[in-house]
């Protein structure tokens, strides 16, 4: 599987390690280099600095060859803004993104977008462990 990760932080560079140790061929995409500390130096994958926001960018990492596409900045808009040019542009098949607003997620899985919300997420976990 050909992954495009938006957003090396921990829960990028994580996800990106932990595809890149299936053999699956993973690029993680960040507008700064410092973001690949959280990278091991066995990393198998590409770490690219550019703007996921950025065509140009989109496509030096390969991105008209994804299979899925991940957005997991800090930012919702950018996540969301870059997960509608990956679906509706590059035509990936599967795109993914991190919301930390539950009541935009819900929004944008009516636009098709698969959306993950730690907020919710975390929420349940604890309420369980209550």
Not at 35 to 49: E, I, K, Q
Request: hydrophobic letters at 45%; one cysteine or more; aromatic letters at 6%.
């Amino acid at each position: 599987m050909n992954v495009v990760i938006m957003g090396c932080g921990r829960v990028g560079a994580k996800l990106s390690i932990l595809l890149d140790k299936e053999g699956h061929q993973v690029t993680i995409l960040d507008p700064d280099s410092y973001s690949f500390r959280w990278l091991p130096a066995d990393f198998g994958g590409t770490a690219l600095l550019g703007n996921g926001l950025n065509e140009d960018s989109l496509k030096k990492a390969g991105i008209e060859q994804a299979d899925v596409f991940v957005a997991v900045t800090q930012g919702d808009n950018r996540n969301i803004m870059a997960c509608q040019i990956a679906k509706h542009i590059f035509n990936v098949p599967k795109v993914v993104s991190r919301i930390y607003d539950p009541l935009r997620r819900d929004l944008y899985i009516t636009l098709g977008i698969e959306a993950i919300s730690p907020t919710t997420v975390f929420a349940q976990m604890l309420k369980e462990k209550v």
